[in-house]
């Protein structure tokens, strides 16, 4: 029963050993990350030019007397200083799990004397006592055994325990996690089953969770493109707007002599030009896009991964707990050359044929017990055999026959009050059991055939046998025992129900979904082919990925979905692979193992309800339901941000021409000024609130999960979307400049003029909202969508419109004279004008963006 290695001194370490080893190699901790202070994430985040041109423009509103709108700016500025200070302590957190993790209190030797101490006073060489339920503290080689397995589902991703063997050939160098019969135990892993002495080899950093920890300080999140692009934008338009600026303001003051006004014009130039809007834009579309993904269960740890999910290509998903549900369930039982499949979803009743199997299996069970396969035995047997007589929980366990690498099989010796016989009832590697059972050739052959075809489905599978014993000793080994075979059972960790329609909309939307496990290739096949993965029967071992170069693995990954037996180190690399190959990639996962690749991922997605801290920490959203098909959701929602981000920016540039060309032409021509900076303002008033809130609660075009991810290298501000927002603005700019000069030439005085022309702008405006809801609907289909923010910022626009052309004093304030009905009836008329051609121009594009699809 139990393994032991001969010459090992089992006394232990010493105090003074302690003492030295403690002052060279340090606690068995993890490093600590130093985390930047307040003051130091302020002073990096106000050296980006976007936050410098927030807070120029703040300036300039507050040197104006509007403190709101300078407020407002400056506000933001201390909003993305808190989101970047988010992220900083990001990985902090992540450090901190994994130390609290893998610092288990420890039940060491030293001085000969057995004592518990704090895992982190662990140190190498000690002598470490292992049992039933034990957290291993440190990297360690086993030094004597007793049917010990050990759940390293932390490391290599996998919900089946695995056996654990002293070697006398084991080398004093430790090997990776996974597989059995292994010597080796792993620092944060729990010992399911039997007991153990082991050496500690390494502590800290240098155990498997130590490396993991290391690789997730080493990597840094990227800045998204999305980001980056604006950032480029702002600056160059904030650069031509200073100088233009300037310059008009020379001009006013050369030829006209008025200086003051020169300077008042360059301001309002500069007012018109500055796009204070694009940063604000940003920040408030991912904000509530943040918000709107927690009402579909997905929280946003990073929010700039929101922008990306409109990008993703390619989804790696980790099999154990993502696609599966991380626990065992027995699904099928052989016996007597029958078989039954176990409905868990629904009352089954299990028929009298495979009674015994299912109580004998129980049997040879622990009654409390770790293992995930003899939990699912118990469960199943607690319902299935309720109200009979093969559950026995007044039967006494007598002893107990624990596998060995010589016998994958185990046994427990029962007494029952009725009976004067021992019975005993056996579970184990079916090769094992029927060894035990000594059958003959034929019978032997017929059972390895039922064998193969479960394992074939990617089933682990487990033979059951019983025998009774009617002497008082018992013999020292199973195979004097009489053993007859009763069947099969078969268990499987169980897909969760909503995966297959998942992936399906997954590549409906042009997303590649590229399965990682640390499972064996017959399991993941299995697997990929009930949840419809494309190319099921392809796949790449951890062992050849190790042996390909990075080029031979980029050309590799372009057609494998299916990657087996990988270490953590590996999954990494992986997803490195797909960004050097210019993919997007979001990675799905929920254990420690998958902490460093959802960190290097664009897009990090944990499991929030069986997910470990570490991935929550290290991924940019989490599922809080753990439902895979929330990926889905997460998708569109990030592609719906991004298509309506884009008709806000159209907006933004569309409404800045007319207004840039209403201030520049008429300095230019010698004309009395159009606006002044109360009308930027006031146009602000509705720019600002249009742009960033009514364009984000517009829903999403219908097509939006039936076209591929919009490129890596694409642009926001594309020639498409500047375009369009051009030949918007431009229009508008021709029509209200012409209505301006025509009134002038028609001999009305400038402040009715200016009143009459900025009154069509803002209806034009209006209108301009209206037209930008959709870029595939007419104006007149989107009234079906609600949105009641656009029917109050519109009615508030038109209120305080019809307060400034009306009332005396506002339109004194505003220099406008007081206009009459028919006025405005004019200027309604012209903007109704402006808005058909619009709509005019939309349908025309519309119509030919479809020939070209067709024709495609």
Known sequence: MNKTLVNIDLMGLTDA???????????????????????????????????????????????????????????????????????????????????NLSSPRACVIRNGVQKRIPGREVVRGDIVMLVEGDRVPADAILLQSTSMTVDEALLTGESVAVRKLVSDTAQMQIAAPGGDDLPYIYSGTLVVQGKGVAQVLSIGVNTAIGRIGKALSSIQPETTHIKLEITKVVKLASIAGFALAAFVAVWHGFIRHDWLNGFLSGITLAMAILPEELPVVLTIFLGLGAWRMAQKNVLTRHVPAIEMLGAATVLCVDKTGTLTQNKM??????????????????????????????????????????????????????????????????WQLVDDYPLTKELLAMSRVWKSHHNAHYIIAAKGAPEAIIDLCHLDAKTKQKIIQQVNTLAEKGLRV??????????????????????????????????????????????????????????????????????????????ITGAELSGFTDLELQARIKTVNIFCRVAPEQKLKLVNAFKADGEIVAMTGDGVNDAPALKAAHIGI????????????????????????????????????????????????????????????????????????????FLQLIIDPVCSIVFEAEPEEA????????????RLFDFNLLKHGLLQGALLLVVVLAMFGFTLYRGMGADEARALTFTTLVLANIGLILTNRSWSKSALATLKSPNPALWWIISGALVILSLVIFMPEPSRLFSFSQLHLDDVALSGLVAFAIFGLLEIFKSFRTSISKIKKRTA
């Open 17 to 99: 050993q302690v003492l030295t080893l403690l002052g060279e190699e340090g606690y068995n901790d993890l490093p600590s990350a130093k985390p930047r202070n307040v003051f130091s994430i302020a002073f990096s985040v106000c050296r980006e030019p976007m936050f410098i041109l927030l807070v120029a423009c703040g300036v300039i509103y507050l040197l104006l007397g509007n403190k709101q709108e300078a407020l407002m700016l400056l506000g933001f500025v201390f909003v993305v200083m808190g989101i970047t200070f988010f992220q900083e302590r990001k990985t902090e957190r992540a450090l901190e799990v994994l130390r």
């Open 462 to 539: 487990l033979a059951v046998a019983k025998a009774k014993f009617i002497e008082k000793t018992l013999p020292e080994i199973q195979h004097d025992f009489e053993f007859e075979f009763l069947g099969l059972t078969a268990l499987a960790d169980p897909i969760r129900p909503s995966v297959s329609a998942a992936i399906k909309e997954a590549y409906n939307a042009g997303i590649r979904v590229v399965m990682i496990t640390g499972d064996y290739p017959a399991t993941a096949m299995n697997i990929a082919r009930q949840i419809g993965l494309q190319s099921p029967d392809e796949v």
């Open 329 to 394: 369930e027995l699904v099928q039982f052989c016996a007597s050359d029958s078989m039954f499949e176990v409905e868990h979803k629904q009352e089954t009743d299990l028929p009298e044929t495979f009674h015994e199997t299912l109580e004998f299996a129980v049997l040879a069970s622990h009654r409390d017990p770790f293992d995930p396969m003899e939990i699912a035995i118990r469960e199943c047997g607690l319902k299935l055999l309720a109200d009979t007589e093969h559950l026995h929980g007044d």
């Open 703 to 714: 097509d939006v999960m039936q076209r591929p991810p919009r490129l890596s290298s694409a």
């Open 606 to 681: 944990a499991m929030g309800g069986r997910g470990t801290d570490v991935a929550r920490e290290s991924a940019s959203l989490v599922l809080l339901d753990d439902d895979f098909s929330s990926i889905v959701g997460a998708v569109k929602l990030g592609r719906r941000i991004f298509d309506n981000l884009r008709k806000a920016i159209a907006f933004i540039i569309a409404v800045h021409v007319p207004i840039v060309g209403l201030t520049l032409i008429p300095v230019m021509l010698g004309w009395p000024a159009v606006l002044m900076p109360v009308h930027i303002l």
